[in-house]
């Protein structure tokens, strides 16, 4: 079964530098969610978008913003890189729906892109 | 704010043991708990997901319950083999943080050697 595709897998950037990264849910899934682990942490929200539009943010700080394309592809844009920015950053997506309906609710995640910032 | 707690936070057993894995969490007001699997360095994969009216749910070896009112849930292994050897992360769904939001606990690394 196709899975959430997170690209690059890899990537090194230096201090003040930009970084693009980008996800592409399960097809029919309409809703996409980004979250940041930082080495030995456990993951936390940034930010979610259903059909298009933002859904919820968590702790994304100004430098990073985000959007979902009309294909449901969703990029995570981050501005001047910091050190603390080094983190695995994970994609998950979900069918969107009534809550309480188990497809909605079930995130799957994507392998995670490795950013280090140098 | 909502907090989880997993005990023990890392676990290493012979292969053949069963054995629990316990999440415990501050505030009960949550629409679902999922219990994820993560290997090193990877992404997470889910296992099971149990509604907040639920009691527990079953996935192969796999059995995960959830007791709301006391903010607690485990998922109980089975004959635990050394293909099971990964860091196992709870996740609640937060009633008052945004419906999409997860908060996860630190997890529990689990070693089974053969």
């Known amino acids: 079964a196709a899975g959430v595709i997170q690209s690059p897998r890899h990537l090194i950037k230096e201090k003040r530098e930009t970084a693009t990264l980008k996800c592409y849910p399960i097809?029919?899934?309409?809703?996409v969610y980004w979250y940041q682990q930082g080495p030995g942490q456990d993951p936390q929200f940034l930010i979610s978008?259903?059909?298009?539009?933002?859904?919820d943010k968590g702790s994304i700080p100004d430098r990073f913003s985000a959007q979902q394309f009309s294909d449901y592809h969703s990029e995570l844009n981050m501005s001047s890189l910091e050190l603390g920015d080094s983190a695995l950053y994970f994609c998950?997506?979900?069918?969107?729906?009534?809550?309480?309906?188990?497809?909605?609710?079930?995130?799957?995640f994507g392998p995670g892109t490795r950013l280090t910032v140098l | 704010k909502q907090e989880v707690t997993q005990i023990p936070a890392a676990l290493s057993v012979p292969e053949g043991e069963n054995l629990v894995l316990n999440c415990s969490f501050t505030d009960s007001a949550i629409y679902n708990l999922q219990w994820f699997r993560q290997d090193p360095g990877k992404g997470l994969t889910s296992l099971l997901l149990i509604q907040s009216s639920q009691r527990e749910q079953t996935s192969g070896r796999l059995n995960a319950s959830l007791d709301k009112s006391s903010g607690r849930s485990t998922l109980y292994i089975a004959a635990s083999q050394p293909g099971d050897s990964a860091t196992y992360l709870c996740a609640v769904r937060p009633k008052n943080s945004g419906y999409s939001t997860l908060t996860f606990g630190k997890g529990t690394m689990l070693l089974v050697s053969p």
């Open positions: 097809p029919r899934h309409d809703t």
């Open positions: 978008f259903y059909e298009k539009m933002q859904s």
């Open positions: 998950a997506s979900s069918l969107g729906g009534e809550w309480g309906d188990l497809r909605a609710d079930t995130q799957y």
